[in-house]
């Protein structure tokens, strides 16, 4: 399996930045071709002290390279980055992983 | 769910590092009481450019906050722990996260 994985920072303004994230952000990606499903961890604490270093971890499911590749290049996916550049640039980091 | 996340930055010694974690941490990790499943996320790459922010993100799955609460003070999770400690505590950041 492949998977694209956006670490969230905190955002100064929780409450827009989730209004925005589950009304306009999550419906643009949930029209991603190929997307298997998508997995919202709400991070609630950080064991090792402080601050935990991420609000919020997405993760976007697909089901191998090949699939993966043709979605990031759809315009579905496009449109959703171009609205995750608008709203939280400056505090997501984007990964891409595989899983066994 | 719940689930104990670590975010592992890159080692300087890649195949020690995964030598100790697959044959040392895993099994550890693996006794934890009430741990449902551990997924490994392998990172690839880093859509916005420049060297991935993490090598790679271990997720421990649980299924509610009493059997994570459980795990937590277990003493096969504090050897674990203890472990990690020793052999990962300046690449490795520890999240804990809700997902619905």
């Known amino acids: 399996m492949k998977k694209l994985i956006a670490l969230y920072r905190k955002p100064d303004d929780v409450e827009a930045f989730l209004k925005h994230y589950n009304e306009v952000h999550l ?7 190929g ?3 998508t997995v919202i961890n709400r991070v609630t604490s950080a ?6 270093a991420y609000f919020m971890i997405a ?4 089901a191998d390279q090949d ?9 579905e996916n496009r449109a959703a980055g171009k609205d995750l550049m608008g709203f939280a640039r400056d505090i997501v980091t984007l ?3 595989d899983v066994d």
């Open 59 to 62: 993760e976007m499911h697909f």
């Open 47 to 52: 064991p090792m002290g402080g601050e935990p």
């Open 27 to 33: 419906p643009l990606v949930a029209r991603t071709p």
């Open 67 to 75: 699939s993966f590749d043709a979605a990031m290049k759809s315009p």
């Open 35 to 37: 997307l298997l499903r």
């Open 95 to 97: 990964l891409v992983a």
